[in-house]
Nanobody, 125 residues
Framework: QVQLAESGGGLVQAGGSLRLSCVDS????????AAWFRRAPGKEREFVGV????????YFGDSANGRFTISRESASNTVYLEMNNLKLDDTAVYYC??????????????????WGPGTQVTVSS
């Protein structure tokens, strides 16, 4: 069982940075691709980016626009989303998700098997 929990959200001024963490406490050695999605108020959930199961590949949605990076640390079962130059439009609840279907990497939220509860990111002017 994969059990995900996000942390690191909060209030930040436009232009600032945040690093979100997603810890898998499921005590499993299952391999999975790990993605970040977000849902802004009144909008559908949106793909932010994904890192492959071995950390060798990353892909990002248009919203990242070169401002975000994703990394993972196997020893601590943690995936990170580093966000720089944050904009008001980045305000959303951010979710991490796990896709056990290897090797295909997907941006489709319906392909993801496990989800964390989300963490709120609010960008102020």
């Amino acid at each position: 069982q994969v059990q995900l929990a996000e942390s690191g959200g909060g209030l930040v001024q436009a232009g600032g940075s945040l690093r979100l963490s997603c810890v898998d406490s499921g005590r499993t050695s299952r391999r999975y691709h790990a993605a970040w999605f977000r849902r802004a108020p009144g909008k559908e959930r949106e793909f932010v980016g994904v890192i492959s199961w071995n950390g060798g590949e990353t892909y990002f949605g248009d919203s990242a626009n070169g401002r975000f990076t994703i990394s993972r640390e196997s020893a601590s079962n943690t995936v990170y989303l580093e966000m720089n130059n944050l904009k008001l439009d980045d305000t959303a609840v951010y979710y991490c998700a796990a896709d056990l279907k290897i090797p295909t990497i997907s941006e489709d939220e319906h392909e993801y098997d496990y989800w964390g509860p989300g963490t709120q990111v609010t960008v102020s002017s």
